[in-house]
């Protein structure tokens, strides 16, 4: 594991970690590792948080998408008079209840519910590709900030010579 302790350093991760977002951690005077900060990164960014919920919205979508659709309760009274509400009074009154259930064509309930799992296999697939993205500019910062270190102790290690 590599830790940065010198001053010069430390100034550059201070700005760095300003320019990353992760202003909390860059006010510790504390030994950061490439782990920790790549976890910081990761918890700091929105993207990561709301593609994971998206691609979890999408999943229980799926679900709901493969089912039928909700059945519907009727109730009506027909051909009642108007002057009194009496059902007794005419022969063709009628108090009619009942339940309706929709049965959508072919395998229509089947592809949809296959899109929408496709869909969320998608934005699982950009979270993960976001989180590499986030990797991999947390390392090449970290080691910008390695090199930038080692430069400095050989500079430190040389001035004398000039």
């Known amino acids: 594991m590599m830790y ?7 100034r550059t991760w201070h700005v760095a970690c300003l320019i990353a977002g992760l202003a909390p951690y860059a006010a510790v005077h504390a030994a950061l590792t490439l782990e920790t900060a ?3 990164a990761l918890q700091a960014d929105p993207a990561v948080l709301a593609g994971q919920a998206r691609a979890q ?24 008079p108007l002057d009194d509400f009496s059902m007794k009074r005419e022969g063709m009154s009628q108090a009619v209840a009942g339940i309706r259930q929709s049965f959508p064509r072919g395998r229509s309930l089947f592809y949809k519910q296959k899109r929408t799992q496709w869909l969320s296999s998608a934005e699982s697939a950009l979270v993960q590709n976001t989180v590499k993205t986030i990797q991999r500019d947390v390392r090449e910062a970290f080691l910008e900030l390695y090199y930038q270190e080692q430069a400095d102790a050989i500079a430190a290690k ?5």
């Open 4 to 10: 940065f302790s010198s001053s010069a350093v430390r």
């Open 38 to 40: 790549e976890q910081l």
């Open 57 to 80: 919205a999408l999943d229980e979508q799926a679900v709901a998408d493969g089912q039928l659709p909700d059945q519907k309760l009727f109730l009506s009274l027909r051909n009642v």
């Open 158 to 162: 040389t001035r004398g010579l000039f």
